[in-house]
């Protein structure tokens, strides 16, 4: 049996860490959203008790979001490692992109996953320094907790409508991402086969579309109803 360090680095054990961990955030993605929809309630108590309730979880937290960056981090280091080596076997690129059809799926939206992947880093960076580490405004809740009003600040930053083009640009280039590398990630772990094939590249692409047309709705919403629109 080969070595866990040397299964790390050959090209069948980047393909499979690559694949997990992208199973993973797209998993997190999911639960995201969820969470943001509450966003979408008028009264912002419960989008608020939501935050104050994961900042309550403390300890446990702690170990989520450490274990969440090192699945984002392993992600990304085996993008560029496995971005890299294909550069090198193929140095003169695509002439024209175009579907390759079968097994192979060169798309677009393949031979961009590196870009996409890194305007994705940068945002949750961006994203991250606003939100969860940006301004803190507390308020008193009806039932009398004072906690944090992330609700408010979110409202705020996407009263903007820069922001707003921004976050969408950036959830267009998610839901590309996603739309390839959820199929890529069943691929890479072996999970195939004709039917099933079909099956997952088709749910790939419903699923990317249902995450950044969840995720840019948002910040369209509130801006239009900060606006006046509705």
Do not use: C
């Not at 050959?10 to 969470?35: D, E, N």
């Amino acid at each position: 049996m080969m070595p866990f360090s040397r299964t790390m680095v050959s090209s069948l054990g980047k393909k499979i860490f690559m694949g997990l961990t992208g199973l993973a955030l797209s998993g997190f993605i999911v639960v995201h959203l969820m969470g943001n929809l509450a966003l979408l309630n008028p009264d912002k108590d419960p989008f608020n008790k939501y935050a104050h309730f994961l900042l309550s979880l403390g300890t446990l937290l702690y170990v989520a979001e450490f274990i969440l960056a090192a699945i984002f981090l392993i992600h990304f280091i085996y993008a560029i490692y496995i971005t890299i080596g294909n550069w090198l076997a193929r140095p003169q690129g695509y002439v024209m992109v175009k579907n390759a059809k079968h097994a192979s799926k060169k798309t677009l939206a393949s031979i961009s996953m590196i870009w996409t992947g890194l305007l994705i880093i940068v945002f949750t960076v961006l994203h991250l320094l606003h939100f969860k580490y940006g301004e803190v405004i507390m308020y008193t809740t009806a039932d009398g907790v004072f906690i944090r009003d992330l609700y408010t600040l979110v409202y705020r930053f996407f009263s903007n409508i820069w922001n707003v083009i921004f976050y969408v640009l950036v959830m267009i280039s998610l839901g590309v991402h996603v739309s390839h590398g959820l199929w890529s990630a069943f691929q890479s772990l072996g999970i195939d086969g004709l039917r099933f094939t079909r099956f997952v590249y088709g749910f790939g692409y419903v699923f990317a579309v249902f995450m950044g047309v969840g995720f840019l709705f948002l910040p369209v919403w509130i801006y239009m109803v900060t606006g006046g629109l509705l």
